[in-house]
Every structure is written in C-alpha cells, then in structure tokens.
C-alpha cells in the first residue's frame, strides 16, 4: 500500500494503464501543458494537475491538446472509440457538458445500441465536478443526476484515493463509455492505495464505509465525510449508522441499500445536485417502492435548495449540505414514530 493524493491516483492510474495499453490515449484543454505551458518537466499537466508528465512519456499521438470545444472533444473521443482506440477525454468542467451533450446523450451513449450490440465504444469522459470554492454557478455544479439519467451511460464517482485507482481502471478497460466525476474538493485529500497495478472495483459494488444499524445514510463524493463525521458522532450517543458510499450511480448498488433498509428502517440520502429529479429523490423512490414494508420513517432526502449555486462564500455555504443538516434530517428519521 501507498499513500497518495485523489489527483495522484488519477494520473497514476492513467499512466498505468497507458504503459499497459498502447490504445489508450488522452485528449484534453491544456492536457499537454497547461497556463500556456507547452511539454516540459515545468508543465503542470492541466488544472487539476492530472495530466503531469504524459505528454513527455508517451508523445503528440497519445497525448493530444485540443481546441477549448468541448463538443469536439467528445466527438474526437467517440471516433477514436470507435476506431479501437481507447480515449480518455477530460472536460475542465463538469458544468460543460451542456455544449457536448449531443455527443454524448444521442451518440456515445447509444452506439451500442444503434449498432445492435455490434459496435463497443470504450470512452471515459473524465470531468471536475462540485462546488466549495467560490466559483459561481457556472463552475460549481453536481451534473451526475443528468448523466445518470442516460442509458448507455457508466457513472462514476469515486470519494477516496483506492477507489480512483480501483475504478478509474475499471472505467479505462471497460468497452461501453464512462463518466468519470472527480470532486474538485477531493484533489489535495490523501489515502491508502494498493500497490497492484491490476487492483480494479466492480462497478454496481457501493462500499459500507460506518456500519450501525439505525439509520441509513447514502451518499458519494465530498459530502461521504461529513456523513461520516455525523455517524461517528452519534456513535458515542449509542446511535448506529449504516453509511454506503454509492461509488457509481450507473449502475446502482440497489441490494447494498435495500439491505441496510430492511435491518435500519430509516433512510437519508445526502446529495449536492438539486433535489428536483435528483439522485436522492430517485433513491427515495427506490426505497419507498422495494422497501416500503421495511420503512419506520419517511426517507429524507439532504440537499441544496432549487436554486443555481451563488458566488459569494457565506451563501455559498448556506447553500451547500453540510454536517449540521445531514445531522439534523438523521434525528428527525430517528424521532419519527
């Protein structure tokens, strides 16, 4: 095992996988360079610093700058996929996929389908999602409810160094097209991860990371922690949480969740995208209809408000889920009789 930075297993894994696969190539804004850096030992590989030292190792075919269009990304992507290439394309933003969502939602997505299952198309769609660092509502935003929303889609996303490595590996040998959505408040976090250059994670396989037996709490991402912090202190008040870290949303883990469900009875789902048609509402739903029997409370879903993401820190924060409110919606499950 090693300890290691979220953004270091990200470029890791890739470089991994490229030394492993001559077929594995990297395409992005800035990927090469980045703030105008063109190569080079100086070159911070891109702005999350994902993509450091690429371009030196494996050269211009595999490691390719691009325009800033996302939709040409994703286009160049989908040809390279479909040419028995295998892309990582990374979007600076998750907040972009607007300008490349035909690419995705009527091509990528549905190659296999349209082809009769004669056709594979093995993307990964890497991009940087969430909010936490002041960047206004156009650089702050949860897009996974969208993509989870796509048959055709894999949606990933990974909370800890291990499981970047285990399922960023998966994503890249994987032969349908995957989203890969990296927290930018994630990149610096740092963790344990094995050393096995093979080491992959299912994926539909969600991770118990608190067992209790209480209350059920769901959740991925940023916000894993602060859910988390409140089993841990609710554990020394004799109260036991069940926290599943989702890890995809595409597929879903339903029996991980259902089985929690039917021992605690209580569910909350803490989610940063907005709670209309949003992941928590439809892990609601799940709940309300296969474990409905089980239930001893309304499921309560942890979200922001409606609204799009403000600028300013303080209404930053107010907007955000945090410790206090994934806190508060547990005792109101617990208190309902």
């Not at 594995?24 to 999350?48: K, Q, R, S």
């Not at 909010?131 to 996974?144: C, L, R």
């Not at 991770?207 to 912090?229: F, Q, Y």
């Not at 949480?241 to 969740?257: F, G, H, K, M, Y």
Request: contains cysteine; negative net charge; aromatic residues 6%.
């Amino acid at each position: 095992m090693s300890n290691m930075m979220y953004r270091a297993a990200v470029l890791s894994t890739i470089m991994e996988e490229m030394e492993r696969d001559p077929n594995v190539v990297v395409l992005g804004e800035d990927v090469v360079g980045g703030m105008g850096t063109e190569g080079g030992p100086e070159a911070i590989g891109g702005i999350w610093s994902t993509s450091t030292g690429l371009y030196d190792r494996f050269g211009a075919t595999r490691v390719i700058d691009t325009p800033i269009s996302e939709s040409a990304i994703i286009g160049a992507a989908a040809g390279l996929a479909l040419s028995g290439k295998r892309p990582i394309a990374e979007l600076m933003f998750a907040d972009f996929i607007g300008v490349s969502l035909d690419q995705i939602w009527n091509q990528i997505a549905k190659f296999r389908y349209m082809f009769g299952g004669k056709t594979r198309c093995p993307a990964v769609i890497r991009m940087a999602y969430g909010a936490g660092y002041n960047a206004a509502a156009q650089h702050s935003q949860s897009v996974h409810q969208i993509l989870t929303g796509m048959p055709g889609l894999k949606v990933v996303m990974p909370t800890t160094p291990a499981d970047v490595k285990g399922l960023l590996r998966t994503a890249i040998r994987d032969d349908d097209p995957v989203i890969f959505l990296e927290h930018k408040a994630l990149y610096a976090t740092t963790g344990e991860v094995p050393d096995d250059r093979d080491f992959m994670i299912p994926f539909g396989h969600a991770r118990l990371s608190r067992a209790g037996g209480d209350v059920t709490i769901i959740s991925s991402g940023l916000l894993l922690g602060m859910c988390e912090a409140v089993a841990d202190k609710l554990k020394g008040e004799g109260i036991g949480c069940d926290v599943i870290d989702l890890r995809t949303t595409s597929p879903l883990d339903e029996e991980t969740i259902l089985d929690s469900v039917e021992v605690t009875g209580r569910v909350v789902v803490v989610d940063e995208a907005p709670p209309r048609c949003g992941l928590g509402a439809d892990l609601c739903a799940l709940v309300a209809e296969k474990a409905f029997s089980s239930l001893k409370a309304p499921p309560l879903q942890v979200t922001p408000p409606h609204t799009p993401i403000p600028f300013a820190r303080e209404l930053e924060s107010a907007y955000l889920p945090s410790v206090d409110k994934i806190e508060a919606a547990v005792r109101r499950v617990l208190a309902w009789r």
